[in-house]
């Protein structure tokens, strides 16, 4: 008798904090928008919609694709900020906990990665963490049209061209971007023109391989 009491007892315990959860998570459906577009260059996001709730962190990782539309809402917000400011600062280190600790729940996400090595760049343009998100995002997203540019952008911009591996991968952006994503050529020049001094004499050797003639309008 004791034992079937006991039995129902947890029935009952699990039925209600399944209940719980339930609520919970259609409450934070409810009153959170879907994720943001993920843009061409950082300062373009569209971010009208209303940012997801504090308290989706608590119903993570069983949540975690809403934990992560809250991550990235708040890394595209930094991203158009202008550096140096302490309030800043402040946002952008708190971006940075949170897309580290989803994409650790969830590491397949390559929005959140690129998300993360933009933010990383924007710390410290030398970052090997920088790097390495950015790596994460070609093994996530190798052949992601969308996420191109920004990724481009990124690659060229600050060190992560040091890297052989980078390199390579930032070479088949190029390639993909020239020979299958031909509306993207735009995206490859506003990239030339942020780009470092390595970042642009990549870009013209890649560019010179498969596409000579694009070379006449990389200046202009």
Known sequence: MHSTTLVRVLLLGLAAAVGCFGIVSAAAELITSKRPDFPEHPTKASLSSNAPPEWVGLISPLRSDLEGNQALFLALQVMQLPRGDDRVRAQSELARSRLKHVVSISPYDAELWLALAVLEARQDPDSPAAIESLK????????E???????LASATRFD?????DVRELVQG????MLTREPKQT???VFAYRQASARGKEFLKDAIR????ALLNVLGG
């Open 136 to 143: 994460m995002v070609y093994l996530t997203a190798p052949s």
């Open 160 to 164: 992560a061209l040091a890297s052989p």
């Open 145 to 151: 049209g969308r996420l191109m540019p920004l990724r």
């Open 186 to 188: 735009r995206a490859l």
């Open 209 to 212: 391989a498969i596409d000579p």
């Open 173 to 176: 952006d190029v390639r993909l």
